[in-house]
């Protein structure tokens, strides 16, 4: 009840309110959660309860709530004119950023950061695509001043100059109108957020939301299996944080030549010494540091959290220790951030009990020893309960009753009981409590005395145990920019050890990164595809310079091509993430943007199939792509007619060599994309090689420099089990169409295949000769002649005995 309103509700048991919790959000519902903030006991009347916290789809921390590899981020958008400010934070871990961007790239820094909650200014519209909850905030929140009023009493600072976000007034507006809200809905601290980071997204090589999906860095396309993805191929993290810093390093490789060296050297020294083995041992004893923080800075850590603190801190003791024979640059500096925090590690390890209950209140939580207060209270209580154990030999011996016993029950605590026959043996002092078929029982107020000594110690015991548990927590919290910075160290370290694992145990060589726009591999793999394959991978080269900037690649279906463009890109990414990669070597020119557009059919999983979007996407990579970008286009057109796909790809090929001169790998089926090697220079031709055998083809899986001039797409047809007659019945019909293509335009050249897995109609004759017809240019005898004459061949056509296909139309929806 409301206000005298009647609203709906229910009850649910405690223990699964997260189940209920991610039901609620995932409906897109806002959680308010209200506790008992009196004790019940001391209360007068109702017991007081307030909201503590309200939950959003981008402030979830509970554990069972958010993936463990993965972070929750919220963010907040601050539209201008020029530039939006965009800041965005993780609750769980304490992360909280802030950039500006242009508006044309908001959607894209979101989609990469895979924010689930965005926060705007209510009066000002979220741009399509964005992702995640949309939660309108008011728009005084999002003003200078107020956001640097809010941020500065949060940090506890008079100005954000220390922060170096000077510069960026409408992220900093961002940020405030985060904090805010975080304020409101958390109501509990929020002190593991202590600072507020500056990045830039330029810095980074910057991956299109098409990239991250259609290269699968971390979702496959179809399907949930990670193995499939390039995280799931690289992931040997020991820690969650390692797991989720990985992810954020794939999503943004670096742009920085010596950043970049600085992990190749680390990797390089992981992968060769013996000590890396060590590390890890190690960092599979840490636990996350940074949501351990997070709790106890929000008051939700439990016993466990800070017993695994103390183990985490005493991994980071010995981590420091191994860490000392390191000698590349970054290993070093990752080593002077280890902090083990001797002096709260120490404090933890002599108050806490090794194992002790996840509840806080439950009492069992403190060592002997570590508070003299706790020592008396448990004494007492000691003391007490062994008065009463010893009670029954006591008055046996004194009242010689034998068969008497002390019990304790729920309702009467304890007594003491005596069987019928000896009633008449009770001393005096006893007072009569219950009557059973065959006994009595009894108490004594010596007995009750001790009784409620216990009961009071065991309360107050619990009480002490919980204020002495609660001052530890705030200890940690209190240290947490220092264990936040050991985290941090600790995270990287981890990646970079993960980087050197899978680059030793899947044969990766150190790529040689360069400022000049090259991209030269030898032996260059898929580093997910050979992996799930069942026979061997087949290595490709590819070379691409100055004079080599786009390649079309031809051939087959089946053949490899989009394996090929892919494990390209992949290529990139890693080098600049500063992993190895799959190639007997790589000379890999700084990428400063990747771009990917996969076909329509290509992108099923996306959800994203029609020509519409293709062509978005295709707009967005010729405006945007330099000469430092790396382009991936695969089969571009196929959503289009033939004619429109052809020439579309054709024009878009022709405008990235004239404009931003991107490296560009561009797989199609449009053979005559072929010819404009020959037309452009920096334009040249790979194809992937089948051999004939008989009837059948067999994939050879390599690439070769040229073109290829047949699709086999009929072998493949035939090889994926579709009945013989279809496939012959197709044979047939491709010898007529090749022939009837033969003589058309500049674009389709002789004797080449022409692909077919597209609605296709090639013009009969008659409706040829009607399309080139000048009418301006005829007199009305000349036009009524020829109209005459076509009439004339058509009937001829009609009457002629077996009428042969010279037009085909595919069926609609095939
Ligand atoms: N280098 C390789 N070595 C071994 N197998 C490969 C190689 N490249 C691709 N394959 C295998 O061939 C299959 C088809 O590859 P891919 O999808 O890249 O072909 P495609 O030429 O793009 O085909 P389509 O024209 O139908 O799009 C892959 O699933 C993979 O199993
Ligand atoms: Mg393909």
């Known amino acids: 009840m409301a206000k005298g309103r009647r609203v709906p509700m229910c009850g649910i048991p405690h223990q699964t309110l997260e189940t209920y919790l991610s039901r609620l959000l995932e409906r897109g519902y806002r959680v308010a959660i209200c506790e008992q903030v009196e004790d019940p006991r001391k209360a007068k009347g109702l017991v007081r309860r307030e909201v503590v916290r309200v939950v959003t789809p981008g402030t979830v921390t509970s554990e069972s709530l958010v993936p463990a590899r993965e972070n929750v981020y919220l963010a907040a958008v601050n539209p201008a004119q020029d530039r939006w400010g965009v800041a965005v934070a993780d609750l769980s871990t304490g992360e909280f950023r802030v950039t500006e961007v242009p508006e044309e790239a908001v959607v894209q820094e979101l989609q990469r950061l895979g924010v689930r909650e965005v926060l705007y200014p209510q009066d000002h519209p979220l741009p399509e695509g964005t992702p995640g909850a949309r939660t309108p905030y008011e728009a005084w929140r999002f003003e200078p001043q107020e956001a640097a009023r809010v941020l500065c009493d949060h940090f506890q600072v008079v100005s954000l100059e220390g922060f170096g976000c000077a510069g960026m007034p409408r992220g900093v507006a961002a940020a405030g109108a985060l904090l805010q809200y975080l304020r409101e809905t958390q109501r509990s601290g929020l002190r593991h957020i202590h600072r507020l980071q500056v990045y830039r997204p330029q810095d ?59 992990r190749l050297d680390a990797v390089q020294e992981l992968t060769s010494g013996t000590h890396r083995e060590r590390v890890q041992e190690l960092l599979s004893k840490v636990a996350d540091l940074e949501r351990l923080v997070g709790r106890c800075g929000h008051g939700s850590a439990t016993p466990r959290d800070l017993v695994a603190l103390a183990r985490t801190l005493a991994a980071v003791a010995e981590l420091q220790q191994a860490a000392a024979a390191f000698h590349s640059r970054l290993l070093r500096e990752l080593a002077s951030q280890l902090d083990p925090h001797p002096a709260l590690r120490e404090e933890l390890e002599r108050a806490l009990v090794p194992d002790p209950p996840h509840d806080p209140r439950a009492g069992g939580v403190i060592r002997e020893g570590y508070d003299p207060e706790l020592d008396q209270l448990r004494r007492a209580a000691s003391e007490a309960k062994a008065w009463i154990r010893d009670l029954e030999a006591r008055e046996r011996e004194r009242t010689g009753i034998k068969t008497l016993r002390v019990g304790f029950n729920k309702v009467f605590g304890y007594y003491l009981e005596v069987t019928r026959p000896h009633r008449d043996r009770v001393p005096p002092e006893y007072e009569r409590r219950q009557t059973l078929v065959g006994a009595e029982r009894y108490v004594t107020p010596e007995m009750k005395e001790r009784e409620a000594l216990i009961l009071h110690a065991e309360e107050r015991q619990r009480e002490r145990e919980y204020e002495l548990f609660c001052r530890l927590r705030d200890r940690v919290a209190e240290s947490g920019p220092g264990l936040l910075a050991t985290a941090a160290a600790l995270s990287t370290l981890d990646v970079l050890c993960s980087f050197a694992e899978a ?151 022709e405008y990235l060599w004239a404009h931003g001169r991107p490296r560009t790998l561009f797989a199609t089926h449009y053979h005559e994309l072929t010819e404009l090697a020959g037309r452009l220079d920096g334009v040249f031709n790979l194809n992937v090689l089948v051999r004939e055998e008989g009837e059948g083809v067999v994939f050879l899986h390599r690439v070769a420099e040229g073109a290829s001039d047949r699709s086999y797409g009929i072998h493949v047809a035939q090889l994926a089990g579709v009945p013989r007659e279809v496939t012959q019945r197709a044979a047939e019909l491709l010898e007529e169409l090749q022939g009837a293509a033969r003589g058309e335009g500049a674009l389709v050249r002789r004797g080449r295949a022409v692909q077919m897995a597209l609605p296709l109609v090639v013009p009969s004759e008659v409706e040829a000769e009607l399309a080139s017809l000048d009418l301006a240019s005829m007199t009305p005898l000349e036009a009524l002649n020829k109209l005459h004459h076509l009439q004339q061949r ?21």
């Open 204 to 262: 980074t090589l910057l991956l299109d939301p098409a990239a991250v999906r259609s290269l699968e860095i971390l979702h496959p396309l179809v399907g949930t299996d990670r193995r499939a993805t390039l995280v799931g191929v690289l992931d040997r993290t020991r820690t969650s944080m390692g797991g989720r810093l990985l992810r954020r390093w794939l999503v943004a490789p670096l742009l920085d030549r010596a950043r970049i060296e600085d």
């Open 503 to 653: 680059s030793q145990a899947y044969g990766y060589t150190r790529p040689q990164v360069v400022d000049e726009p090259v991209l030269e591999v030898e032996g260059g793999r898929h580093p997910v595809v050979e992996r799930v394959l069942q026979e061997p991978f087949v290595p490709n080269d590819l070379r691409m310079d100055g004079r080599r900037r786009i390649a079309v690649v031809t051939g087959p279906n089946f053949a490899g091509k989009s394996t090929y463009l892919r494990q390209n890109a992949l290529l990139v990414i890693l080098a600049q993430a500063g992993c190895f990669v799959p190639a007997r070597s790589a000379r890999v020119g700084l990428v400063d943007r990747l771009f990917t557009r996969v076909g329509a059919a290509d992108d099923l999983a996306g959800g994203r199939s029609t020509f519409l979007v293709e062509m978005q996407e295709v707009a967005n990579i010729l405006h945007n792509a330099t000469e430092r970008s790396l382009v991936i286009l695969d089969e571009v057109g196929r959503g289009t007619a033939t004619y429109d796909g052809l020439s579309i790809a054709w024009a878009v090929v």
């Open 794 to 814: 058509v009937r001829e056509q009609l009457r002629a005995d077996s009428p042969k296909v010279v037009r085909m139309r595919r069926p609609r929806g095939s």
